[in-house]
């Protein structure tokens, strides 16, 4: 029997708002203070070193390097996991106060106490990142599927409303877990006081059979990265995919705002959405006119597009909404739900939260090799100075360069014949020898 094609939405970039980012003026840096971790994640790109606790001045060597070529409303704070760094609060301290930017900590939340969480909260944390799945054999929690870890989720979220700080939700997607989503965002929505944030990161797969990998114009083995494992994970997922099975369980799902490719402008890399509701109840999402505002408005005043709001602002929704009902559809409709539920149970205290969706498509291979990154994306890291795409730090950290892909139906023999061709018409690529 052959197998179905998977659904996916048909979506037109069009009909969304193109996020304004850009490689110097963002949102967000990615700060990596260690690539130390204490669990182990499906599919992790970064490489567990046990030797790489950055020093406080290194650390503060890096924040300058991001503010030197960077204009940004907040720094991510990722790894390894931050949380091992023996020096953690003082670099969010460093981050909130020397600095003077919004701190978010990512993390898998193992080495979060209640007390080290309000150390954090002392020196200026904005909020955290969980990073919580069923591919990382959690200690206590295997065999856990991703439904049965929203237990989980529920006691870090809490522990954050506890705090007053931020919690939102990563989780990496897998062809046989996408079946989860509409259910993880079913529980979301049920727990949208607490839960500011869900973030749906796809998995990344290397096509080895269909390129072969360079790295400074010698063949690499793939398997070195591990990411590269096509057997467990057959095929790619793309974001109209999970787009179209949350709609399959909540109709009126939308985004409103997008990053493009830097090769294919039709791929949707970020797809962001936010979403109007209460606990138990979506109203509605808004749409492109409300990002569009946000972030034009954020810029205006401030100098900086927003990258996160408080807590206490996102639980007044029905508020912040009203000022743009008379520009933004989405957020029309929704106040109307809003305004029917009151109607129908005016004894009832009603309270609308904003809660913020994303789906994160990662690299594409072109049909030539070539490598479809995120346009203006946000988790750009700093190495050796300079600023470097996160999600490719580990081929900088081993091969020293960007590996390239080239197609198998290209010989090897072909690309080492003709180096001045195969330059003319492809500049990026080097003359390739066998290792």
């Not at 398997?223 to 009126?252: M, T």
């Not at 034009?296 to 900086?304: E, I, V």
């Amino acid at each position: 029997m052959q197998a179905t094609a998977p659904l996916k939405a048909d979506l037109r970039s069009t009909d969304y708002y193109r996020l304004p980012w850009t490689i110097n003026d963002n949102i967000l840096g990615w700060l990596e203070p260690t690539k130390r971790c204490n669990l182990y994640c499906e599919g992790c790109y970064s490489r567990n070193d046990k030797k790489s606790d950055k020093s406080l001045e290194q650390v503060r060597s890096d924040l300058q390097v991001f503010t030197r070529l960077r204009n940004m409303d907040g720094i991510s704070i990722a790894g390894g996991d931050p949380l091992v760094h023996p020096q953690i609060v003082d670099i969010v301290r460093m981050v909130t106060g020397e600095f003077g930017m919004k701190c978010i900590l990512n993390t898998n939340g193992l080495a979060l106490t209640e007390a080290l969480a309000r150390d954090l909260a002392a020196a200026g944390l904005h909020g955290f990142t969980f990073h919580i799945d069923s591919s990382q054999g959690r200690p206590g929690w295997k065999d856990k599927n991703e439904l049965e870890l929203c237990e989980l989720r529920l006691h870090y979220a809490k522990l954050c409303q506890k705090l007053g700080l931020s919690a939102a939700f990563n989780s990496t997607v897998f062809p046989h877990t996408v079946q989860h989503v509409p259910a993880l965002m079913d529980w979301a929505r049920d727990h949208i006081d607490v839960v500011h944030g869900m973030v749906f990161i796809l998995f990344r797969t290397m096509r080895t059979d269909q390129y072969d990998y360079f790295a400074n114009g010698a063949r690499i083995n793939a398997d070195e990265l591990v990411y590269y494992d096509q057997d467990k994970n057959p095929r790619e997922l793309e974001a109209r995919e999970i787009v179209a099975r949350i709609r399959q369980s909540e109709p009126c799902y939308d985004p409103c705002a997008y990053l493009g490719g830097t090769k294919d402008p039709n791929t949707f890399k970020w797809l962001l959405a936010g979403r109007l509701g209460r606990p138990g109840k979506t109203y509605g999402y808004v749409g492109r006119r409300y990002m569009e505002i946000v972030q034009t408005a954020s810029h205006l005043l401030t100098g900086k597009y927003l990258a996160y709001s408080s807590p206490k602002l996102l639980s007044l929704g029905q508020l912040t909404s009203l000022p743009f009902l008379p520009f933004d559809e989405g957020t029309r409709r929704a106040m109307k739900e809003f305004a029917r539920d009151v109607v129908r149970a005016p004894w009832k205290a009603r309270r609308m939260y904003f809660q913020s969706v994303v789906i994160i498509q990662p690299i594409d291979v072109m049909a030539d090799g070539e490598a479809n990154m995120c346009d203006g994306c946000p988790d750009m890291t700093v190495h050796n100075g300079e600023l470097h795409w996160s999600c490719r730090l580990d081929e900088r950290l081993r091969w020293g360069c960007n590996i390239h892909a080239v197609p198998k139906c290209q010989a090897a023999e072909a690309l080492v014949a003709a180096p001045t061709r195969r330059r003319a018409k492809a500049p990026h690529l080097k003359p390739v020898t066998e290792p």
